[in-house]
């Protein structure tokens, strides 16, 4: 069976990949992301992801390999993340899919570093020893014709804390390739607002 899905993954791979360049950018008063996509040869693409919170800022570049398993569009990958105020240089794995049937979407985004960065909480106080885990801007919404609403939720454990966050997301389609995109957090209300460059081809992109 296992047999069977990797070879159908296998000979599909290549009609996997986008045809274009993606980006996200987004900020708030207190976080700022952004992420690029370029497809380099059949399944193989470029990434690159930048996260910025009160305290630090980190980045993420590598390589994915996207594959398809029905609807299921999946990348997994493998990256460098650095970044400032402590932050340990650190080989990372990254993952994101992409799944579309009908009306429904839904994407994600992991990042997970191996090595351990040392942040002092406060003056005095013992470092907290953390392997960066890093997901963002993951969402399950609905899509009717250039509005896309649903939830979204992301998982931060870095300078900052070890944080969940989730709420609503809303994405309106302005230009083929161009969306806004609007993201409400809680459970400290969070207000985060940018553009998505999608392919023209790819209406769920909002």
């Not at 930048?50 to 493998?78: M, Q």
């Not at 013992?126 to 896309?148: C, E, F, M, Y």
């Not at 969306?179 to 969070?190: C, F, I």
């Amino acid at each position: 069976m296992l047999a069977a899905l990797f070879v159908r993954a296998a000979s599909a791979q290549h009609h996997a990949a986008p045809e274009h360049w993606e980006a996200e950018f987004v900020a708030s008063n207190v976080f700022r992301s952004g992420s690029y996509l370029q497809p380099l040869w059949k399944g193989l693409g470029f990434e690159g992801h930048y996260f910025g919170g009160e305290f630090s800022d980190v980045f993420s570049a590598g390589a994915s390999w996207t594959f398809r398993l029905g609807e299921w569009k999946l990348s997994p990958g493998a990256a460098v993340v650095a970044g400032t105020g402590g932050t340990t240089t650190t080989p990372a794995v990254t993952f994101r899919w992409d799944y579309e049937r009908d009306w429904f979407v839904t994407q994600g985004l992991a990042v997970q570093g191996f090595r351990r960065s040392n942040f002092a909480e406060g003056e005095g106080e013992q470092p907290r020893s953390v392997r960066p885990i890093i997901s963002d801007g993951n969402h399950a919404s609905a899509r009717w014709k250039r509005l896309t609403i649903g939830g979204s939720w992301e998982h931060i454990d870095f300078r900052e804390g070890n944080e969940w966050k989730g709420g609503g997301r809303v994405a309106v389609r302005l230009w083929p390739r161009v969306s806004a995109v609007v993201y409400v957090l809680a459970p400290k209300t969070e207000f985060r607002g940018g553009l998505l460059f999608h392919p023209p081809h790819e209406s769920h992109r909002p």
